[in-house]
């Protein structure tokens, strides 16, 4: 009844929406008011992200994706809020309201702006290759990428800026799935861990930073003086 | 023709007859989902019944407006009934008349002379729900336009007939991601268009909180059922866009037989009530957003349809 291409053809429709509603969770990641909210989306972008991996590696028979999917989500999804939690449990939990830079509505158009960039300097390159995968996950891995900085830079609270950070990487992993699919799995191995251990050490950071100063809104870190 | 012209009225007479049928199951489902027993589901039928046989009184400083919204807020959602694919797959005798952004023009003209009407008796809860109204209502139209011009995009064409098909042929395009961003962004809106929770509480009773219900308050006999009954086909009708042409067309008639069609109308009745089922969920489950928190809400469905468009655009 269903013969290949049609299933072959679902699943690029699957890879696809998948890609779209990873893009979406980075908007989410901008626009969630609680911290908590944040941490769940970042969770559902790395679930995206595994989703994407073993659709690509179902289509193209390449088993080291279904190895990189199960890192990214013991890694991702179970490990890294786990240690955020651990580390900076009062700040991930206490916190409801967050304050940033701008207000919501202008910070999603500007992010719209900033997807609608990364599309177009990258159509150049999507001309080269007749891939199909590259043809959404090579901008959309990109637009992360940008979103990822553009929180950093929108919201004034340390927590979000880490998940902004690890949003980046994301969004890096993203395009890597598609253009470098065949990228020893050593490489990519590494890039997981080096992930947990920069959530490590930036949750310790902020919960030091939180001992002495009793916040960890960035506004108030702009005058740096010793002692 | 002949036949054609008797399954549009077939169609419409399904949205009037069971319009406030579907009022009645949301009611009930969420009064049980509180844990009370509810009011019957026949409870709007009743409403409009006893609405008709009472007297009605009109304000004296009141204007023609006043007297002829009732009729637009009941004739416009029949008016787009005529327009979109309520029982069948295959276009009817008006359906070529307009496309989905004609029904749109329609559908906001009865909420055009409603926010009229409001203002006409000096109620200041009139005015204050009509200026709500229209706050929501300009923050929804970019989500609509854009959704539109999506779906304009994908199918080219905007008429739902057309529309309704390409979303299942092939089966694949069920899941692309314009698709689906398109349905959750459609669902966004017609949460505050309907005036559902977390825009608008529908069954609130404080006029200051108000936001859709307070343009009818001074409507009173037979004009406030007609406004209730149009209002409750207003909701079908936007369900029917929702879940025919946007979602997917299954379950309708797809011969030309009239047993076809009549079977029709209880699958569309169970395809409604799963939906139903879904947004007795998801209003249980959130609180009202505050005023200025509507705008938030709005600019995430407009996010959505946007990413929908890139998504389509860039291909």
């Known amino acids: 009844m269903i013969d290949h291409t049609t299933t072959f053809s679902i699943f690029t429709e699957l890879a696809e929406l998948s890609a779209a509603l990873f893009l979406l969770t980075s908007f989410g990641i901008i626009a969630m008011r609680q911290v908590q909210a944040s941490l769940i989306m970042f969770i559902l972008q790395s679930l995206l992200l595994a989703m994407s991996a073993i659709i690509l590696g179902y289509q193209y028979a390449i088993n080291h994706l279904f190895v990189v999917a199960g890192v990214t989500i013991v890694i991702k999804c179970m490990l890294l809020p786990w240690l955020l939690r651990y580390t900076i449990r009062k700040e991930v939990y206490a916190r409801r309201e967050i304050l940033q830079v701008l207000n919501i509505p202008t910070s999603l158009l500007i992010a719209v702006a900033i997807t609608i960039f990364a599309y177009f300097i990258t159509s150049p390159l999507l001309k080269l290759s007749n891939d199909v995968a590259i043809q959404f996950n090579l901008p959309i891995g990109l637009a992360v990428l940008l979103l990822g900085a553009y929180t950093i830079m929108v919201r004034t609270e340390a927590v979000p800026q880490v998940i902004g950070i690890l949003s980046m990487e994301n969004g890096a992993f993203f395009a890597g799935i598609s253009i470098a699919s065949n990228l020893p799995l050593i490489a990519e191995l590494a890039a997981a861990f080096d992930v947990l251990i920069i959530a490590l050490v930036m949750g310790i950071l902020i919960s030091k930073i939180h001992e002495h100063t009793g916040d960890t809104s960035i506004k108030k870190m702009t005058i740096l003086k010793e002692g | ?315």
């Not at chain 2, 008349?97 to 009139?126: E, H, K, Q, R």
């Not at chain 2, 042929?169 to 966004?188: G, Q």
């Not at chain 2, 928190?293 to 291909?315: P, Q």
Request: contains cysteine.
């Open chain 2, 1 to 315: 023709m002949l036949e054609r012209i008797l399954y549009n009225i077939i169609q419409v007479l399904t949205v009037m007859i069971f319009a406030p049928l579907i009022k009645g199951i949301l009611n009930k489902l969420k009064e049980n989902v509180q844990s009370k027993t509810g009011q019957s589901i026949l409870q709007p039928y009743r409403d409009i019944w006893k609405l008709f046989h009472k007297d009605e009184v009109i304000s004296e400083n009141s204007s023609w407006i006043f007297r002829v919204t009732p009729y637009i807020v009941f004739i416009t959602p029949i008016f787009v009934t005529l327009l979109i694919p309520v029982l069948t797959t295959y276009p009817l005798f008006f359906a070529f008349m307009g496309d989905m952004v004609g029904g749109g023009f329609i559908l906001s003209l009865g909420g055009f002379f409603a926010a009229l009407a409001s203002v006409d008796t000096a109620n200041p809860y009139g005015a204050m729900g009509a200026s709500r109204t229209r706050m929501v209502g300009f923050l929804v139209e970019p989500v609509f336009m854009i959704v539109f011009f999506t779906v304009s995009f994908v199918a080219g064409s905007t008429i739902p007939y057309i529309v309704q098909m390409h979303w299942v042929t092939p089966v694949s395009n069920f899941f692309d991601p314009s698709h689906i961003l398109l349905m959750i962004a459609f669902f966004m809106i017609i949460l505050a268009e309907a005036g559902r929770i977390p825009v608008d509480n529908p069954s609130g009773h404080f006029e200051l909180a108000m936001i859709d219900e307070s343009k009818n308050l001074e409507y009173s006999g037979p004009s406030a059922a007609l406004i209730k009954w149009g209002g409750a086909m207003k909701f079908f009708v936007l369900l029917c866009i929702f879940l025919n042409v946007i979602t997917m067309p299954w379950g309708l008639a797809q011969t030309q037989s009239l047993l076809a069609v009549l079977f029709a109308i209880p699958l569309v009745l169970t395809k409604i009530f799963v939906f139903i089922l879904v947004l007795v969920i998801v209003e249980s489950s959130l609180a009202k957003l505050r005023l200025f928190r509507i705008t938030e809400f709005l600019s995430a469905a407009f996010i959505i349809s946007i990413i929908a468009m890139i998504t389509v655009f860039f291909k």
